[in-house]
Antibody, heavy 121, light 106 residues
Framework: QVQLVQSGSELKKPGASVKVSCKAS????????MNWVRQAPGQGLEWMGW????????TYAQGFTGRFVFSLDTSVSTADLQISSLKAEDTAVYYC??????????????WGQGTLVTVSS | SYELTQPPSVSVSPGQTASITCSGD??????SCWYQQKPGQSPVLVIY???KRPSGIPERFSGSNSGNTATLTISGTQAMDEADYYC?????????FGTGTKVTVL
């Protein structure tokens, strides 16, 4: 069965960096795009962007350029999200979500369990 | 930037029908999907490509999309359907989520 298992919660100080990992299993990793979604405490879902798991080419949504980096390790079917120069407002749950369907009709059919990143001095 | 607007809350009695709207400019020209999120859990896809239900999603969930509005309908609402619901669509290759609707089953 398809599973996306994310790394555990992180507590970081402002200015530090963090890496969130998402390990996929139960399907061919390179056949599906991987998306990242943020949810700040008590807030809604926000699409951060996606990475092409075939080419490694990332696409970032507005507001997620510069400090946010998507990467892959296809040898272990893992997608990573790295955030640098952390700020208090980066405190959120970060989800990876598999993208299915074709351009214009992509939907997120499987989600990781979420990783809480807390930024506090 | 493209926006999808949902009512903040919808209340429904058990066994009745709940309708959740999602409004966006020419949304009917795009594919919409819907996610259910219960407290402390990850979102779950309940409708994709406007009207399709993933395997395992009960038939009481249905979707439609026309004009500027997509609608998620829950027929015969059960207590277990109490959750936040988010619509989602794509605009110029950018994913956009709706503002979210809290469904309360009274």
């Amino acid at each position: 069965q398809v599973q996306l298992v994310q790394s555990g919660s992180e507590l970081k100080k402002p200015g530090a960096s963090v890496k969130v990992s998402c390990k996929a299993s139960g399907y061919t990793f390179t056949n599906y795009a991987m998306n990242w979604v943020r949810q700040a405490p008590g807030q809604g879902l926000e699409w951060m962007g996606w990475i092409n798991t075939n080419t490694g080419n990332p696409t970032y949504a507005q507001g997620f350029t510069g400090r946010f980096v998507f990467s892959l390790d296809t040898s272990v079917s893992t997608a990573d999200l790295q955030i640098s120069s952390l700020k208090a407002e980066d405190t959120a749950v970060y989800y990876c979500a598999r993208g299915s369907g074709s351009t214009g009709g992509v939907y997120f059919d499987f989600w990781g369990q979420g990783t809480l990143v807390t930024v506090s001095s | 930037s493209y926006e999808l607007t949902q009512p903040p809350s919808v209340s429904v009695s058990p066994g009745q029908t709940a309708s959740i709207t999602c409004s966006g400019d020419k949304l009917g020209d795009k594919y919409s999907c819907w996610y259910q999120q219960k407290p402390g859990q990850s979102p779950v896809l309940v409708i994709y490509q406007d009207t399709k239900r993933p395997s395992g999603i009960p038939e009481r969930f249905s979707g439609s999309n026309s004009g500027n509005t997509a609608t998620l309908t829950i027929s015969g609402t059960q207590a277990m359907d109490e959750a936040d619901y988010y619509c989602q669509a794509w605009d110029s290759s950018t994913g956009v989520f709706g503002t979210g609707t809290k469904v309360t089953v009274l």
